[in-house]
Every structure is written in structure tokens, then in C-alpha cells.
């Protein structure tokens, strides 16, 4: 027999373990994180009931990769255009939190006498919370449409963004062991221009490479580029100085903006969680019952600065954000745990060698008991928020109540800082790009010169030459391009924009940075200053002097690149155009009713809702629930304003205006379902037969519709046909009355027929 590897039975073991395991968490509905993490304790070196993992190295290679796809995978749910769309609210509240909270960390890591770097990790452990407890909570309890989810969602976009900044600069720290300001300064400018590089070269080039080649992309080369592209970008991050899950994340979120972005997430969906649960199961292979048993006090202090400071620091910057006193309140019992990006950055560490092996089982125990908690801080946040209404003085109340109504009024953003922003962009943008190409030539195209040309002069004359044209479009942007700003959907007047006393200012301060750029340029790629002081003032001419020839090659790249930008968002339009109409003007409602604390709010029935085909005249909601039907969305077709004669039915998406406790109210009704209790008995498919039995004047379903009869439950059968004076009705509508002396044809059950029709002998005469 051939020699098996070790790493093959320590994967049979690992999976088939974490599949039991599993399958108990979804039974008993906990998180499948903590369930990997106790199955990596049953096959660990501290459980000795079960075989043990072995084969450690190639355990922890497959782990790696698990981190990997993990931060791919949610670089392909995040994309660069959703932080924009977070918004003001979601961010203030994220960072109020993360500084706070972290800072709470590292000052409990140093009360209880642990080193610099397990108090630094910890207080990266604490910065984010786990979306996958916090789904989940809020499908059980349908709270999804609440007003205060939607920043929820948003402030966990942010705290995943910021967490894996934070992880390079962990990184960075632990590398050098240095903590001065100016390398932690150098570090985040450098992440900040690369980030952008990557972003900009990223979609020029992928979205283009993609639409060309699409007609010959099938799922398996789709998924080979996918995943080639990942480790491409862990590569280059590494090369760079970051860290791997930086890069996964990075290419993650370019491949977001491509059309093809729903596909590569769904066929490398499998991938991510066989080696995100190997991750997860070496995680928990580090835990030790004796050390958690050791270190229950710090787990227990952590556990409350995680309940604690989350719920204080995330009510708090909501407040600030703007958002009223109750929804501040909401957002901070929704974010009092701690999220499976702990165990990345704990792993992280560890990895590193720079932290204790004892925050692995602090970072489970506080995540365990973090996780049972939510569910009931979230449950009792309505009851919270009205003990601190009736403690707080009713003079901040009312301040609080102003403060919020005053913030969420949409002010009007002067010409000037919009001027300002568009010059930021354009200098910011063609600045990192002529940086990068000054880096290109200096550590690629310089050295391959210095082998093969002997000259200085035609080596200078050559690099000066084509960097110029390669970077001609960019800097003729920072020098001349104009500024067009758009104003209530009319584009300002140039003159003012270019000759206001603002304009003047920027367009000096933009062409001194150009010509400082332009010498920046020269310096680094040419080896003497004679160099510099000729070639500064013939770029700069023929910079003038071609102006116009420039401007269009600037000007195809810029459209290429926005036109790559907005591609998916333009088929997705295509698609949904009535959907995301109707999502804009829901916000728009959202905006104009803010002080009413109103908002618009979709809604969608199931197959099994009592009130399915009733009309809106019937359901009177107006009336009981005070609120309006604005629109009734079924399959392609949108009803817009319904009158009382529209039918809710099955599947329909209704719109509804009112306040969020008015909301609250009427979706009772459509969380109740049609009950059935008989349908969950089995009926031998040999009992089903047709029979028909005559109406007697005693019976107990003269005089109703079949539907309200209740014949459907009592004999488990359907009415099929009904003969009445000699007349035939076939397949008659739940609508249709029964009277004396009809002939009802049934098919059901026959045994439950026959014992009705034979204790009720009075009221059937079987035919």
C-alpha cells in the first residue's frame, strides 16, 4: 500500500469533524465560526479523546490560504463605490468607536500587566464587530427594515475597512518595533498611495481585459482568473511591504466593479469556505482549557469593555452622526461583540511572533460569550431607551431631539468647497500616477539602461524623453486642465471658476505643485542637474504648446476609465431601473420626512400569508395601522399609488409609508403565516381518492364559501367539482358558496372522509 500523507488524514479528520460539529450549531441556530473553532479543539493537541492533527506546517499553509480567501471574498461584497454610499452617519460612528474602544484595549491590556504588542493586537481584536451575528440576529427578530439596520450595515462596512488598515499597521509596527509618529505618518501614506495606485490602474485595465475576453470565459476560466488575480495582488502587496490579506482584499474589491463580480463570488464561494473553515479549525486548535481557565479574568474584563464600550461608544458616535436618541441606542446594542476579524489579527500576530498565545483563547471566550449576549441587548434596547428617556433631564432631551434635526437637514455645499474638492481630485490622482512612473522608470527601465547604453547624455536623453510621454497627459492635467463643476444640473460659468479670486489661488497653487512635480520627475530618473535645469522649462513649453493634442489623449484615458468605472452600475441600471428608481425615491421621502421621523420601507409577501388576493379596500391598513401603500412592486410591473380595488398577492414587494413603530405594526401581519397544522401529517398517497357526498340542510357548510367552510382542514381534502339542480361546476373558486343538496366531489384523504361522513350521517348523504 502506498504511503499516505499526513496532511490528507489530518484533512478527513478536520472536515468531517467540523461537518458534525455544524450540523449541531445549526440545529441549536449559533454562529458556524464558534463551531469550526470548538471543532479545532476536539482534534487539538488538548483533547485527547479524539486522533490528533499531525502533520502542524501544512495545517497552517492551508490556514494562510484560508485568511486569504476570507479577505477576498469580502473585498468582492465590498467594492470602492459602496464606502461613498456609507455615508456620513455609518463613518462618525465607526470611528468613534474603533478610537474609543481600542484605546479602552490597549489601557486594559496594560492594567493587567501584558506587553506592548498583546495590548496593541487586543485593541485590534476589539475594533470590529461580527456581521454574521448581527444578520442573523436581525433576520430572527425582522429588524432588517428598521431605520437604525441601515447604518448598522454601513458601520460594519467601515470597521471592516479600517480593521484592515489597522492590520498593516500592526504589521508595520511589529516588523520594526518602532512606535515613532513619523513611521506610523510614512507608513499610512504609503498604504493611502498605493491603494489609490492600485485602484486606478485596477480598473483602467481589469474591467477592459474582462469586457474583451468575456464570449471565451467559461466558469473554470473564470475561476482560474479569479483566483490567479488574488494571489497576483498577495504577491505584489508582499513585495511592497503589506501584508497578504491587504492584497487578497484589494483585488477583491477591483474584480467588485467588474461585471463579472457576482459570478467569481458565487464559483469561488466553496473555495472560501473549505480553507476558511481549516482557518477557523487551527484557530481553535490553539485553545487550551487550562489557559482559559487561567485567564478568566481577563476574559470576563474584556467581555465587558466589548458589551460596554461598544454599546457606550457606538451610541455615541450615532449621536453625534446626528441620529435621534432611540436609533443611537438601537445601533449600540447591535454592535456589542466582537467579530470573526479578531481571530484574523490574533492570527496575525501570532504569526508574526510578536503576541502571547493566551489572546487566542481570550479572543474565543469573549467571542462565545459576546455572541450569546446580542440577541437580548438588541431584544431589550426598547426598554433601555425608555429608562435613559425617563433618567436623562428633559432640557438635553429636547437638545438632543434639536442637535439631531439640525444634522440631518440637507445643507447646501458652497461653490467653493466644491471647487476645492474637484481641484483635490485632480491634483491628488495625477500626482500618485506621475509618482508611480517616476518609481517605474527609476527601479526597472534604469537599471536595463545602465547594461546597455554607455552614453550619460543619451541615457538621460532617452529617459527624459520617454517619461515625458508617458507622463505628458498627467502632467498637462495638473497644469492646465480646467475645472468644470456641475450646479443644480447646469455646468458654472469657466470665468468665474478660473479668475474668481478662488480660482486664481488654486490654479497657483496647482502649477506650482506641477512644476515642483515636473523637477520631482526629472530628479529621479536623471543623473545629472544640468538635466533637470534644461529639460524643466522644454517640458513645460511643450506642455503649452501641445496643449490641445494632450488634452484628448487625457481625455480618452479619463473616459475609458470612468466608463470601466460605471459599467456594472450601467448594465445593473439597465436592469433594475425601475427598482432603483423607486430606491431613490424612497430616499427622497426619507430626506423631506426626516422630522416626522418617517420613512418608506418595502415589504414582501410570502406564498403562505393569511391575506393573500384581499384587497387594499378589505385590509383597511390606513385605517388600523396608519399608514399609506405607495407602490405594490410584482415581478416586472410596479403599481404605482394602488387604489383600494389592487389585490395584495403572493410574492408582491409593497411599499409602505408611515414611522417606524407604524411599520412595526403591520409587519406583524405579514410575518403571519396561513396555518396548516394538518399538513405536517402524512397522508398514505393510496388513501387519496374521489369521492362525492350530498349536502344535507343540517350540515354545518350550507350557506359558506368553500374557503370559509373549513373543509379543506376538517376532511383534508379539496373540493374538485360540485353538481347543483344539474349544472356542473368544475375546479370551483374558494369564492363559490355551498348550498343544500349540492353534490361535492372530493379528493383527500379517504379514511378521514369516510369517518366524517359516517359520525356526521346527517349532515352528508354519501352518493
Not at 569 to 579: F, G, P, S, T, V
Amino acid at each position: 500500500m502506498a504511503h499516505l500523507p499526513e496532511i490528507i488524514k489530518d484533512l478527513a479528520l478536520i472536515l468531517l469533524v467540523s461537518t458534525f460539529v455544524t450540523i449541531i450549531f445549526k440545529r441549536i441556530q449559533q454562529p458556524l465560526v464558534l463551531g469550526y473553532i470548538i471543532a479545532g479543539f476536539l482534534v487539538g493537541p488538548h483533547f485527547s479523546f479524539l486522533p490528533t492533527i499531525v502533520d502542524h506546517e501544512n495545517v497552517e499553509i492551508f490556514a494562510e490560504i484560508g485568511v486569504i480567501m476570507l479577505l477576498f471574498s469580502l473585498g468582492l461584497e465590498f467594492s470602492f463605490k459602496k464606502l461613498v454610499k456609507v455615508g456620513g452617519p455609518a463613518s462618525v460612528t465607526a470611528v468613534t468607536e474603533i478610537v474609543f474602544v481600542g484605546l479602552g484595549g490597549y489601557l486594559t491590556g496594560h492594567l493587567l500587566g501584558w506587553g506592548q504588542m498583546d495590548s496593541l493586537f487586543l485593541a485590534g481584536m476589539l475594533a470590529s464587530s461580527s456581521t454574521t451575528i448581527i444578520l442573523r440576529a436581525f433576520d430572527e427578530m425582522g429588524l432588517k427594515s428598521k431605520q437604525f439596520a441601515s447604518v448598522v450595515f454601513g458601520v460594519l462596512v467601515v470597521e471592516d475597512i479600517i480593521v484592515i488598515l489597522l492590520m498593516v499597521l500592526l504589521s508595520t509596527v511589529a516588523v520594526t518595533q518602532q512606535f515613532q509618529g513619523y513611521e506610523i505618518v510614512f507608513t499610512v501614506l504609503k498604504l493611502g498611495f498605493f491603494l489609490v495606485l492600485w485602484f486606478l490602474v485596477g480598473i483602467y485595465l481589469l474591467p477592459g481585459f474582462i469586457k474583451k475576453t468575456k464570449k471565451w470565459m467559461d466558469e473554470e476560466t473564470v475561476l482560474i482568473l479569479a483566483i490567479g488575480l488574488c494571489f497576483g495582488m498577495v504577491l505584489l502587496a508582499t513585495m511592497v511591504g503589506f501584508s497578504a490579506e491587504l492584497g487578497a482584499f484589494v483585488m477583491g474589491s477591483l474584480i467588485a466593479e467588474t461585471i463579472l463580480a457576482e459570478k467569481i463570488e458565487h464559483i469561488t464561494q466553496p473555495i472560501k469556505q473549505l480553507f476558511g473553515t481549516i482557518f477557523f479549525v487551527s484557530v481553535g486548535m490553539m485553545i487550551d482549557p487550562n489557559a482559559m481557565y487561567t485567564y478568566a479574568g481577563p476574559i470576563l474584563a474584556v467581555t465587558l469593555l466589548t458589551i460596554g464600550g461598544k454599546f457606550l461608544f457606538s451610541g455615541v458616535g450615532a449621536l453625534i452622526s446626528g441620529q435621534p436618541l432611540k436609533q443611537a441606542v438601537q445601533i449600540g446594542s447591535s454592535m456589542a461583540q466582537i467579530g470573526e476579524f479578531a481571530f484574523i489579527v490574533a492570527s496575525l500576530g501570532l504569526s508574526l511572533g510578536v503576541i502571547s498565545e493566551f489572546l487566542f483563547p481570550i479572543a474565543v471566550g469573549v467571542s462565545a460569550i459576546t455572541t450569546f449576549t446580542t440577541p437580548y441587548l438588541i431584544k431589550f434596547s426598547g426598554p433601555l431607551y425608555n429608562q435613559i428617556e425617563k433618567t436623562l433631564p428633559a432640557t438635553w432631551l429636547a437638545r438632543l431631539d434639536a442637535y439631531s434635526a439640525e444634522t440631518q437637514k440637507n445643507k447646501d455645499n458652497p461653490l467653493w468647497k466644491k471647487m476645492l474638492k474637484e481641484y483635490n481630485r485632480i491634483l491628488m490622482i495625477n500626482s500618485i500616477i506621475l509618482v508611480a512612473i517616476a518609481l517605474l522608470f527609476k527601479y526597472t527601465f534604469i537599471p536595463y539602461l545602465n547594461t546597455h547604453t554607455v552614453s550619460i547624455l543619451w541615457r538621460n536623453v532617452i529617459l527624459i524623453t520617454s517619461a515625458t510621454l508617458l507622463a505628458a497627459p498627467f502632467l498637462w492635467a495638473i497644469l492646465i486642465k480646467k475645472v468644470n463643476i456641475k450646479e443644480n444640473g447646469e455646468t458654472i460659468n469657466s470665468y468665474y471658476l478660473n479668475y474668481s479670486a478662488a480660482g486664481i489661488t488654486l490654479n497657483v497653487i496647482r502649477c506650482l505643485l506641477g512644476v515642483f512635480l515636473i523637477g520631482f520627475f526629472i530628479d529621479q530618473i536623471a543623473t545629472t542637474r544640468y538635466a533637470l535645469l534644461i529639460a524643466l522649462p522644454i517640458i513645460v513649453v511643450l506642455l503649452w504648446f501641445f496643449s490641445d493634442r494632450i488634452r484628448k489623449i487625457h481625455q480618452h484615458i479619463e473616459q475609458q476609465f470612468v466608463s470601466n468605472l460605471n459599467e456594472k452600475a450601467r448594465l445593473e441600471y439597465l436592469q433594475n431601473k425601475d427598482i432603483l428608481a423607486i430606491q431613490s425615491k424612497n430616499e427622497e421621502v426619507k430626506n423631506h420626512l426626516q422630522e416626522w421621523n418617517a420613512y418608506v420601507t418595502e415589504l414582501e409577501t410570502t406564498d403562505d400569508i393569511t391575506f393573500a388576493g384581499m384587497t387594499l379596500y378589505e385590509l383597511n391598513w390606513k385605517e388600523k395601522f396608519n399608514i399609506d401603500v405607495v407602490y405594490i412592486r410584482r415581478n416586472d410591473k410596479i403599481i404605482h399609488l394602488p387604489n383600494g380595488k389592487q389585490r395584495i398577492l403572493p410574492f408582491d414587494k409593497v411599499g409602505i409609508l408611515g414611522t417606524e413603530e407604524q411599520i412595526s405594526k403591520l409587519k406583524v401581519l405579514f410575518d403571519q403565516k396561513d396555518s396548516q397544522e394538518d399538513s405536517e401529517e402524512e397522508i398514505d398517497i393510496n388513501n387519496i381518492k374521489l369521492i362525492k357526498a350530498r349536502v344535507t340542510e343540517a350540515n354545518p357548510y350550507c350557506g359558506k364559501t368553500i374557503k370559509t367552510s373549513g373543509i379543506r382542514k376538517d376532511l383534508r381534502s379539496h373540493v374538485v367539482g360540485i353538481e347543483r339542480s344539474g349544472t356542473r361546476i368544475l375546479n370551483p373558486g374558494s369564492s363559490e358558496n355551498i348550498f343544500v343538496n349540492d353534490i361535492v366531489w372530493l379528493v383527500g384523504d379517504t379514511d378521514k372522509i369516510k369517518e366524517c361522513l359516517k359520525n356526521h350521517s346527517e349532515n352528508f348523504l354519501e352518493v
